[in-house]
């Protein structure tokens, strides 16, 4: 598809064009050269991810969607070291990724604290075995943790907070060892639509204050055009790129930015790539086939 005929292009207007050039004109922050990995199952090699290439520069918030198996989940833990590729490469800041490392964080759908101890001990715990002195790790986890608004729970447990405050303090656990790029699996999945939302704008807000690059995997839609500056798209066995689709929305975003045209016709064309038309099921056909109660005539029929 050429650049002119593209369903989105009419909303890449000059300004976010623009934008989007200097993204790119910003040093790397992660950079994945024909990446390959595959698993072995019952004998079998299963082609997880081939030839993956992208880069996401500094600062940029990039989302990955795809279908359900497609590798999302295997590249963000071949990007944080902590599986090994079988081919290609991979750079953080143009570093060679080889294992796991202080300038990749993590953030889980499941909630990944520490359960035996407190919020304060969670997020001081990267900085404490990073060689920081307890005192100093204790007074910077508590500025982390006043920035999320949960300065009463600095003592609580994580079976005392709920989802979304658990969240919050897995975020800024992360955050506080200072790492280049932030990793997020479908950090809000778990998560009710208005916690979810709340949490997506607690994010932009820290993003947009902090220089931090983020690759947050997603399979909402809305949720990966709201954040993203480009939307890394994936195609299942194997999981290869389909397309980058830059997001046709100025920054910053407000919550009926979702509203717009452009955020529409974006969503449109992403179902478009995630999920294509499915051929009309023969439901008729289809409801011979499984063993059902007859409807029983003694009740009046309301279709
Ligand atoms: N450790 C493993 N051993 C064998 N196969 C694996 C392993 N991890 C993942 N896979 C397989 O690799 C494929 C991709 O899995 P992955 O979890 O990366 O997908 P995903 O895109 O994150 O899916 P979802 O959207 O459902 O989270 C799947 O077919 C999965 O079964
Ligand atoms: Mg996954």
Redesign the pocket.
């Known amino acids: 598809m050429t650049q002119s005929n593209h369903p989105l292009e009419k909303w890449q207007t000059p300004a976010i064009k623009d934008r989007n050039q200097r993204i790119t004109e910003r040093p790397k922050a992660l950079e994945i050269n024909a990446l390959e990995?595959s698993?072995?199952?019952k004998g079998k090699t299963?082609k997880?991810?081939d030839g993956i290439d992208f880069t996401a520069y500094k600062r940029e918030f990039v989302c990955v969607v795809?279908?359900?198996?497609?590798?999302?989940?295997?590249?963000?833990?071949l990007i944080a070291g902590l599986?090994t590729k079988e081919a290609g490469e991979i750079y953080v800041e143009n570093k060679a990724v080889v294992e796991p490392g202080p300038d990749r964080g993590m953030v889980f759908q499941s909630y990944s604290l520490f359960p035996w101890m407190s919020v304060k001990e969670n997020v001081m715990f990267g900085l404490t075995q990073s060689g920081m002195s307890k005192n100093s790790a204790e007074t910077e986890a508590l500025q982390w943790i006043d920035l999320v608004g949960l300065e009463k729970f600095s003592e609580a447990y994580p079976h005392q907070l709920s989802g979304g405050m658990k969240q919050r303090v897995a975020i800024i656990r992360a955050l506080a060892n200072q790492p280049k790029v932030l990793l997020m699996?479908?950090p809000f999945a778990a998560l009710d639509p208005q916690n979810r939302l709340r949490m997506q704008q607690y994010l932009l807000e820290i993003w947009q204050n902090i220089d931090i690059t983020i690759f947050f995997?997603t399979?909402d839609l809305d949720e990966a055009i709201y954040l993203a500056d480009r939307i890394l798209v994936?195609d299942?066995?194997p999981?290869r790129v389909h397309e980058v689709v830059n997001v046709p929305l100025p920054r910053p975003r407000e919550e009926d930015t979702m509203l717009s045209p452009e955020f529409m016709a974006t969503k449109e064309y992403l179902e478009s790539l995630v999920h294509p038309p499915q051929p009309e099921l023969d439901f008729e056909e289809k409801l011979s086939m499984v063993r059902l109660v007859p409807v029983n005539a003694e009740v009046p029929d309301i279709f």
């Open positions: 990995k698993f072995e199952h299963n997880v991810l795809g279908p359900s198996g497609c590798g999302k989940s295997t590249l963000a833990r599986e699996d479908e995997i399979h994936l299942a066995n999981g």
